[in-house]
């Protein structure tokens, strides 16, 4: 490698969409700039976002909305959101050529609905920039002198830079390249880690019907967790049932709650299937709907509201024959019916594991991180961006926002402290 080639103004490790971003916005503003990144090719984990068509960022137009949506570290988002908000993210894919397009609570997704579309801008703005991005190029280790990072060290040779910026990502889908290496290059240089732990992960159950449920969505369901009989808050949204239990936007927002909830002691889930619906409403809805149905067999029932194979499976928990005629089902059978549709409870067996996650919660403690800068308080030439910092949202886009916002904000004062 030439000496040209080892000495930059900034090195971003990790191209991811953190890494990316910071990249190119410490480059627009005038930095030499080397991306550092293990895998043989960028963005590995934004392809799978979204199931593959990447839910970009989230447009909640109130600021403080935003910020709480993030838990309790959420104001440490706050300036970032300031310099670089949603409709920075959306206007600078708009001028990458990318139509865009809001879904269901302003989630905001490439009109295309190609994660990929996502991804090429990144790397097409990269390449103008004249950004030099090195694959295979895994970073091994920091080295510090006083409060600098003085050299950073690949599997093989070394790179010098002024300025480093660590968006290594988390621990969660190791497969993507996020191995967590970033927890120790930061700890290597005096941070402390909260402890990474899998978060927005799908939920096991442990009743065999969820094999019959496989591959089945709920659009609106209406879940509840129950500990020692009681039921608390029911929220609403989608439900995926898999061949090992529970997915989908709901379940992977409440994953948080219920892991605390079962550290604690056994724990099940109530899922209402027509959570709009109270109990009298519910009553009214099925009487018509026998009526209308009477000489069929109950299995006919219901078809417009719920997935055929939950209706067998609500009928096989209230104990009521499919094939019966729905109007010979008697009150009892039918208020069966009503409490398994509000209340169909599946036992928590545990949650999946890092391999399954969305995000890893925990890594470093934004307390040691100036959120007007994203520069570390213990390293004058260090910065942090994406998921590595202890900063997390729920389903929704906020993770990738979280991304673009301190990737921004970390590449520009970059080239400032250039
Ligand atoms: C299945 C799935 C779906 C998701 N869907 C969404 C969604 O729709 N919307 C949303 O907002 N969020 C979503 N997320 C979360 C989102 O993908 C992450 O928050 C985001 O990718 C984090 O970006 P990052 O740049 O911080 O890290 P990453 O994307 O993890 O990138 C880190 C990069 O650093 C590289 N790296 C790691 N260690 C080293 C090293 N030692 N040397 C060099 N390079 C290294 C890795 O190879 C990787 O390329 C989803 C996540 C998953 C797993």
């Known amino acids: 490698m030439a000496d040209s080639e080892k000495q930059f103004d900034v090195a971003v490790i990790g191209a991811g969409p953190a890494g990316m971003m910071a990249a190119i916005a410490a480059a627009e503003a005038g930095s030499r700039v080397a991306v550092l990144e293990k895998n043989s090719r960028p963005g590995i984990k934004l392809l799978l976002t979204g199931n593959g068509r990447c839910n970009f960022t989230n447009a909640q137009p109130d600021l403080k909305k935003l910020v709480a949506a993030y838990g309790v570290s959420g104001p440490f988002l706050f300036n970032a959101f300031s310099r670089f908000d949603f409709k920075n993210a959306i206007d600078f894919f708009e001028k990458m050529g990318i139509k865009t397009k809001a879904e269901d609570k302003q989630r905001m997704f490439p009109r295309s609905d190609e994660a990929k579309d996502i991804l090429d801008a990144l790397v097409a703005k990269m390449d103008g920039l004249g950004i030099v991005v090195k694959y295979g190029a895994t970073v091994k280790s920091l080295v510090r002198d006083g409060r600098l990072v003085k050299e950073i060290i690949l599997e093989i040779g070394k790179i010098f830079a002024k300025n480093v910026i660590i ?65 608390g808050n029911m929220k609403t949204g989608a439900v995926l049932f898999t061949h090992f239990g529970l997915s989908g936007p709901l379940i992977l927002d409440l994953s948080g709650l219920v892991g605390k909830e079962l550290a604690g002691g056994k724990i099940s889930l109530s899922i209402n299937f027509l959570p709009d619906l109270n109990f009298e409403e519910l009553e009214r809805k099925l009487i018509k709907d026998f009526q209308n149905n009477g000489s069929k067999g109950l299995k006919n029932c219901l078809a417009g509201s719920l997935p055929r194979k939950i209706w067998f499976q609500i009928l096989a928990l209230a104990e009521v024959d499919p094939e019966k005629h729905a109007n010979g089902i008697t009150r009892e059978e039918r208020r069966r019916i009503i409490a398994r549709i509000a209340d169909f409870p599946a036992a928590v067996f545990g949650l999946l594991g890092f391999e399954e996650a969305i995000i890893t919660a925990g890594g470093v403690n934004p307390k040691e991180i100036d959120g007007k800068t994203m520069r570390s308080k213990i390293i004058d030439n260090l910065f942090f961006a994406g998921e590595i910092i202890d ?20 590449g520009k004062s970059a080239a400032e402290n250039s």
Request: aromatic share 8%.
């Open 167 to 231: 968006a290594t990502g988390g621990k969660s889908y190791g497969v993507t390249g996020s191995t967590g290496d970033g927890y120790f290059l930061a700890e290597m240089l005096g941070h402390r880690i909260a402890k990474p732990v899998p978060s927005l992960v799908p939920i096991k159950i442990a009743e065999s019907w969820v094999k019959d449920l496989q591959g089945v969505s709920v659009e609106r369901a209406g879940v509840s967790i129950v500990k020692n009989g009681k039921k």
């Open 391 to 410: 900063v997390h949202g729920p389903t929704g886009g906020y993770n990738l926002q979280q991304c673009w916002s301190t990737g921004y904000v970390a």
